[in-house]
């Protein structure tokens, strides 16, 4: 299948760490030059939705970033392969890649994504429906997990994101993998656990690269769940009752909550 890499064109260093690592790997490559938002300002091209969305107002860096996966989109619609791989430079990868990308027979009939990356958040996936690859486990993602810093895409959804996606005003990740906003009833998607694809900003002190920093940090709000804005106290006697009930409830679904590993 097909690779694609966001690279912003003021991120040079970045595209250079990611062509030494695929070099490696004996992995070719297609750079998406990535839509950067501080120029779309400068030129009077930030577009500006109709309407907010589910999560927060996008930013110039947020549409940008959403312009971008869109390219990939584009171009793995129009390309020959049933699957393309997508990418965005501040990811870390785990052992295998080569041999998960070198051909997509293990890709699953019905998949649209198969989700790459993890962001060490809890999320519920299927328990029953499984398959390994390379001993990692394959199965469908059924609850909230965000990040869009690598999965596999076929033609078909490729396509169906593209329309989907018209008058976009949520942030790419959200947009796919959140049940709250548009693509997710669209889209049967597969979560790899553990995951072999995680952001540099996630990966852990020590094991950062220096100066790698997210560029759209300063355009997230703190997203805090409602159990988090309570007391201190409350939250003590709440947390354990939260967390039994989705622990049975998850059970009864016939469904795992787990935090996704990265290795």
């Known amino acids: 299948m097909n690779i694609y890499l966001i690279n912003l064109d003021r991120s040079p260093e970045r595209l ?3 062509a030494a690592i695929f070099g490696d790997l004996g992995l070719d490559f297609t750079r998406i030059p990535a839509v950067d938002g501080a120029k779309l300002i400068a030129e009077g091209k930030l577009r500006q939705p109709e309407r907010a969305g589910r999560i927060y107002r996008l930013g110039p860096g947020e549409t940008g970033c959403f312009l971008s996966h869109r390219a990939c989109w584009e171009a793995i619609a129009s390309a020959e392969q049933d699957h393309g791989a ?4 501040d990811v870390h990868f785990g052992s295998g890649l080569a041999e998960l990308l070198s051909q997509d027979g293990w890709v699953p009939g019905d998949a649209d994504v198969v989700k790459l990356e993890t962001t060490r958040v809890h999320t519920l996936l299927e ?11 394959l199965k469908r993602l059924r609850a909230t997990h965000t990040g869009a810093s690598g999965y596999i895409l076929s033609k078909f959804a490729a396509r169906k994101l593209i329309a989907l996606s018209e008058g976009f005003v949520d942030p790419v990740d959200q947009f796919m993998f959140n049940p709250a906003c548009t693509a997710w009833a669209d889209l049967t998607i597969y979560q790899l656990a553990p995951a072999i694809c ?7 002190a020590g094991n950062q690269v220096v100066g790698f920093k ?24 709440v947390r354990p009752l939260r ?6 409830n998850s059970r009864l679904r016939g469904l795992e909550r787990l935090r996704v590993p990265f290795g």
């Open 243 to 248: 967390q039994a009930w989705m622990f049975l």
């Open 214 to 237: 997210s560029t759209l940090e300063n355009e997230r709000p703190e997203l805090k769940r409602r159990s988090e804005q309570m007391s201190k106290p409350l939250r003590e006697v």
């Open 16 to 18: 250079a760490r990611m």
């Open 86 to 89: 997508v990418f965005e430079d």
């Open 198 to 204: 995680i952001q540099d900003m996630l990966l852990g």
């Open 127 to 137: 328990r029953k429906r499984s398959q390994m690859v390379l001993g990692r486990s």
